[in-house]
Structures are given as C-alpha cells and as structure tokens.
C-alpha cells in the first residue's frame, strides 16, 4: 500500500509540473514540511512502540527502538492524499482510503499506538488546511 502513494506522489508532481507549475512548489514544500515536522517530533517525543512495551512480535518486520509517535507513514500517506485533493478529487479519495489502510495496518501490525496514527493524521490535515487549502 505505501508503494501505491509514493509512486501516486511523483507522477502527480510531473503532472504539475507541465500543467500547473505555480502548485508544484506548494505540492513538493508542505509535505517535506510535514515530513521533517513528524520527523523532529519523533526525535523529541521519542514514545516506545507497542512492541517494546508488551513484548510482542510485530506482524511487519521492525526492530527501531523509540520514535513511534506520531506515525511517519501515516502522516505521510495523508498530506500526500490532501495534496492529490488539489490535483484531482478522485484521485486524493482513492489515495485517501489507501492513507486509511495504512493507518489501520500500523496499528494491526503492532508498529505503532492508536495515538501514533492519531497525531499523525491531525498534523497532516492541520498542515495541509494550513498551507494548500489557504494559500493558492
């Protein structure tokens, strides 16, 4: 499923960059944005997974130590579906729901707490209302 985003990410970008490329700067700087935010954030906050703290196998291979709040890949995977909305509608709902999926499966998978994906997806949309549905 993260495949499917980040391969959806780049072709939205070149789609842009031949028939909007006044969006294109705003559609590459929020995500990096969010992404080095959650990344700083997960550095300072530093919460232990679930794994770490019952002692559980994890359904996806995973041995990082820390740094699992708030989810970079549900983060990820939501301001680049908010982004898509300002490509095509259709394609940031389909990207949306692949977001979702991601989400549940963090959790599912034993890599990340409900609040990990939670915080994940409040910065995103509080990011991506901010910065894309703002400004043009």
């Given at each position: 499923?993260?495949l499917?985003?980040?391969?959806?990410?780049?072709?939205?970008?070149i789609y842009l960059l031949?028939?909007?490329?006044?969006?294109l700067?705003w559609?590459i700087?929020?995500?990096?944005?969010?992404?080095?935010c959650?990344?700083?954030?997960?550095?300072?906050?530093d919460?232990?997974?679930?794994?770490?703290?019952y002692?559980?196998?994890?359904?996806?291979?995973?041995?990082?130590?820390?740094k699992?709040m708030?989810?970079?890949?549900t983060?990820?995977?939501?301001?680049?579906?908010?982004?898509?909305?300002?490509?095509?509608?259709?394609w940031?709902?389909?990207?949306?729901?692949?977001?979702?999926?991601?989400?549940?499966?963090?959790?599912?998978?034993?890599?990340?707490?409900?609040?990990?994906?939670v915080?994940?997806?409040?910065?995103s949309?509080?990011?991506g209302?901010?910065?894309l549905?703002?400004?043009?």
């Amino acid at each position: 499923m993260p495949l499917l985003i980040f391969i959806s990410y780049p072709i939205a970008l070149i789609y842009l960059l031949f028939t909007n490329a006044n969006e294109l700067a705003w559609s590459i700087a929020v995500p990096f944005g969010v992404f080095l935010c959650v990344t700083m954030l997960r550095v300072i906050i530093d919460e232990k997974r679930p794994y770490e703290v019952y002692g559980i196998k994890p359904a996806i291979k995973k041995s990082t130590r820390g740094k699992s709040m708030p989810s970079r890949h549900t983060a990820s995977a939501f301001i680049i579906a908010i982004t898509l909305f300002r490509v095509n509608s259709l394609w940031g709902w389909i990207i949306l729901c692949v977001a979702l999926i991601i989400s549940l499966t963090r959790i599912l998978a034993g890599v990340h707490f409900i609040r990990d994906v939670v915080a994940g997806i409040i910065l995103s949309v509080f990011f991506g209302i901010l910065f894309l549905s703002i400004f043009p």
